[in-house]
C-alpha cells in the first residue's frame, strides 16, 4: 500500500483527476519557463489558490517557492520556509530516496517521480502525502525541482485501518485451527479456503479453489451436498452437525460443519467452519473399545475361574475373544517339539472345514517365518496380506484367508502355544487387535496353566484319595472290629460310632452320628460334669489321655457303667476334636460289689462260728466237768468252720479259675449211691424219704467224681434242709437228649418250702440265700454251678413256693462202653 504501484494499479476517480491536473500543471510550468512574463500571473494565481501544496527548491533541496496550502499544511510562514532545506519536511526514511532521485537529476534523469511520502509540518505532526517531483528548466537548465503534493492522511488512515482490519481477519482465516472454506452457492466452486481445511483434505489451495466439493470428491455421500444446500437456502444457516469428508488420499476424516450463507462482492456464499472430530471420534472410539475389552477380558476371567477343564476354558477364551476383535476364524495351537498344532478353534465350519481336517494340520516353527517371530520375539504378528507374506502356508482349510495376527500364549516365560485370528480381508486388523488378542492370550494362558495345574492335582489327589481310601478301609475294619466301643466327635458331635460302640448302646451307626453326646446320657451334661472337663482339658491338649467313668444310657432306657478315655486329636484348642473308648464296666462294677459283699459275707460267716467257739471255751474252764459236751460242740463247730473255709476258698479258686479237675470215666449211677448212703441217715433224722430212681443202663461220664460228689451231696443236703419233716426227695438218674448232645441227668426233687420266682435268678450266686431261717452260707450252690461249668454241664432249678423244687444237674454223656 505504501507503494506507488497500488497507487497506480487501483487510482481512484479523484486521484486520477489530480494527476491530470498535476500533468497539466507541469506541462503548463514548462511553458511558463519558456515564456515566464505572459503567463506568470496566471499560474502564480493557480498555485496560489490550488488546495495542494507546492514547493519549489533547488538541486541542494533549498526551498525557493511555497504556496499558501504548503505554508497551511506545513506550519511554517512563507520567510520561515524560505531558509529550509526540503530534507528537513521529509521524515528520514525518505531522505536516502530524495538524495537518490536528487542524484539521478543532476546526471541527466528528466522523469516524474509520483511517491507517497510523509510531510513533517513545523510542531512534528506528519502527513501523508502524494507528491509528484517534476525537473524545472529554464533556457535548458536545470532551475529546481517542482513538487506538488497533495494531503491524503484521512484516506490513507481510513485505507490502512480497512487493510489492517482486513489483514487481520486473513491472519485469523489463516491461521485458525477450525477449517473454514468458502465456496460459491451458485456453483459450488471453492473461493477460498484457509490452511487447517487444507490440511484437512489433504488438498492443495491451487488444487482446491475454483473447484467444486463434487469434483474433489469431498462428500463420501453423494447426496449430502444437493440436501445441505436446499436445507442451507431455507435455514439460512446451519447449526453444527456431524457428517464425513473424504480426504484426497481416501481416508474419511469425522466432521462437526456449521454452514453459513454469506454475501461478498455481490455474490452468496457459504461459509462452511468445519471441526475435525476424527481425533476424539477415534479416540471415543479407541476408549470404548478398551472398555469393551475390559469387560470382556473380565468376563473370560470370571468364566475361567469357573471351570479347569482345558477344552471349556480354550472355548471360553475363543468366545469372548470374538466380542472385543471382531474375526471370522480363531484358533488356539500348543507348540510341542517345534510343531504347532490347532487344539481349539471357532468359525471354521462356515469354510466347511471339519474338526479333523484342522487337527490334522501342523505346522513346524522353524519352517514357517511369522511363527518363528511369535517364538523368537514373544511378540503378536500382524499379516495384512498372507498371500504376500514369506513363509505363510496354504495348507487346507486356510486357503481362503487374507489377513492374521497371531500373539503367542506365555506364562512365567514359557511359551505355551499360540492364539491366531484370521480374517478373509486384507488389512482387517490393527495394532489395537493386535493388543487384544496379546490380552486374550494372556488369559489363554493362566487357563492352560490352571487347567494342567488341576490335571496333576486331579491325579495326584486320585492318587493320594485311594491311599486314604486303603488306609480307611483299614482303619474302619480296626475301629469296626475292634471289641471296643470307639466314637468320634467334633464339638460335642458325634460324627463316627463303630459297630462295637453302637451294639452297646442299642442305637445304629445312623441314630448315633450327626447327635450330641447328650444322648449318650440320655440328657443334657450337668454341671459336675463340666467342672470335670475344665479339669481334664488341660492334660488332653498336652497330649495326653484321660480317663473317666460315667453312666450312659442305652437307646431303650436303661443305665451302664463305661469307663471313656478320652484323646485330643485336633490341632489346636478349636474345634474340640475326641476319640472316645468306651468299655462298659457294669459287670466289673458288679463283681467289685460282689466282692465287697463276699468280704462282708464271708467276715460275717466266720464271725459267728468263731464266737461260738470262743462261748464253749470260755465254758469249758467254768464247767470243767461237762467237758466231753463242751469238746463235741467244739468239734461241731470246728468241723463247720472247716467246712465254711473250704467253701469260701473253692469260691476264690472258682474265681481265679484256679480249680483243677481230675476227671475220669465213671458210671453216674454209682455216683449218687454213694451220696445217698451217706444222706440216708441226716434224712432219717427228719423223717425224709428218699427214693431213687435208677436208669438200668451205666450211664458214662468223664468227670471229677469228688467235685460231682460234692455238687450232689450240696444238692441232696438243701433238699433236705428246705423240706419239712416228713417230707419226701425223689432223686432220678436218666439220660436225656438235649441240643443234640446227648446227657446224663440227675434230677432231685424235694416238696419242701420252694423258691420265689425272684430269688430263683440269685440263687447261683454266692452267699445268696433266699431263706434266712435255715443256716447256710449260700455258698453251695454257687460252687455247684461253677463245677458244673467246669464238666461242661449244667445245673438248672424249677420251684413253686410251698410246692417244692427240682434241681437237676447235666453232664455231657460218654459214648456206652462197647
Ligand atoms: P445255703 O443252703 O447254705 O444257704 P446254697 O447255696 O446251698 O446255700 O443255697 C442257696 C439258697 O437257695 C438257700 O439259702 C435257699 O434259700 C435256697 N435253696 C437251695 N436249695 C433249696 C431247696 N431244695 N428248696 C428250697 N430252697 C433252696
Sequence with gaps: MNSGTRVRRHPSSQMKSSHARLKNTHAKRVVMAQSVDESEARYRQLAETTIDVIIVHDLNGNITYINPAGVRLTGYSQSEIMSINISQLLPEDELS???????????GDTSVYTSQTKLISRDGRLFQV??????????????????????????????????????????????????????????????????SFLHLIGY???????????????????????????????????????????SKSGELRDTLSSLELIELGGQQCILAIVQDNTERIRVEKAEYEQRVMAEALCDTAALLNSTLQLDEVLERVLETLARVVPHETASIMLIDQGKARIIRHRGFEKYGVSDKTLKDVYFSVDSSPFL????????????????????????????????????PILFEGELLGIINIDSDLIGAFTERHATGLAAFAHQASIAIRNARHATELEQRVTERMAELSLERSRLEAVLDFTGEGLFYTEEQIIRYANPTFCRMMGYSQTELEGQTTALLIGQAPDAEFFKRWERAKPALLEGRVVRWEREFKRKDGTTFHVAQTLSWVGEATEPILLVSLVRDISEEKQLEAQKMRFIANAA?????????????????????????????????????????????????????????????????????????????????????????????????????????LQVLTNLINNAI??????????????????????????????????????????????????????????????????????????????????????????????PAES
Excluded at 97 to 105: N, P, V, Y
Excluded at 384 to 405: A, C, P
Excluded at 649 to 655: I, P, Q, T
Aim: proline content about 3%.
Design 130 to 195: 502524494e507528491a509528484q517531483s517534476t525537473l524545472m528548466m529554464e533556457q535548458s537548465k536545470i532551475s529546481g525541482v517542482l513538487v506538488v503534493a497533495r494531503d491524503i492522511s484521512d484516506r490513507y488512515n481510513t485505507q490502512k485501518i480497512l487493510w489492517e482490519s482486513e489483514n487481520r481477519f486473513s491472519r485469523v482465516f489463516h491461521a485458525s485451527t477450525i477449517s473454514i472454506a468458502i465456496s460459491q452457492l451458485k456453483t459450488g466452486q471453492m473461493i477460498d479456503a484457509n490452511d
Design 97 to 107: 530516496a530524495m538524495r537518490e532521485r536528487a542524484q539521478k537529476r543532476i546526471e
Design 604 to 708: 460275717h460267716e466266720l464271725r459267728n462260728p468263731i464266737m461260738g467257739l470262743g462261748t464253749r471255751l470260755y465254758l469249758l474252764k467254768r464247767q470243767p466237768e461237762r467237758l466231753n459236751e463242751h469238746l463235741l460242740m467244739i468239734e461241731r463247730v470246728t468241723h463247720r468252720l472247716t467246712r465254711l473255709v473250704d467253701d469260701l476258698l473253692d469260691v476264690a479258686r472258682f474265681e481265679n479259675g484256679v480249680i483243677q479237675l481230675r476227671p475220669h470215666e465213671i458210671t453216674l449211677q454209682g455216683i449218687v449211691q454213694d451220696v445217698i448212703e451217706l444222706q440216708q441217715e441226716i434224712a432219717l433224722q427228719k423223717s425224709i424219704r428218699l427214693t431213687l430212681d435208677l436208669m438200668p443202663e451205666p450211664l458214662l461220664v468223664m468227670v471229677d467224681s469228688d467235685r460231682i
Design 721 to 814: 434242709h428246705y423240706t419239712f419233716e416228713d417230707g419226701l426227695i425223689h432223686i432220678k438218674v436218666f439220660r436225656v437228649k438235649k441240643e443234640g448232645q446227648d446227657y446224663a441227668a440227675v434230677s432231685i426233687a424235694d416238696n419242701g418250702v420252694g423258691i420265689a420266682r425272684e430269688d430263683l435268678a440269685h440263687i447261683f450266686k454266692p452267699f445268696y440265700r433266699a431263706n434266712k431261717v435255715v443256716q447256710g452260707t449260700g455258698l453251695g450252690l454257687s460252687i455247684s454251678h461253677e463245677i458244673m461249668l467246669l464238666h461242661k454241664g449244667e445245673i438248672t432249678v424249677e420251684s413253686e413256693v410251698g410246692k417244692g423244687s427240682l434241681f437237676t444237674i447235666w453232664l455231657p454223656l460218654l
Design 372 to 407: 518363528t517371530h511369535i517364538v523368537s520375539t514373544r511378540q503378536p504378528i500382524i499379516l495384512d496380506d498372507v498371500t504376500t507374506s514369506l513363509g505363510w502356508q496354504v495348507v487346507k482349510g486356510n486357503e481362503w484367508i487374507r489377513s492374521y495376527i497371531g500373539a
Design 204 to 246: 492443495s489451495r491451487e488444487e482446491v479453489i475454483g473447484h467444486t466439493g463434487a469434483e474433489l470428491n469431498l462428500w463420501p455421500s453423494s447426496s449430502d451436498r444437493p440436501d445441505t444446500v436446499s436445507q442451507l437456502l431455507v435455514e439460512g444457516t446451519l447449526p453444527a452437525t456431524p457428517s464425513r469428508i473424504r
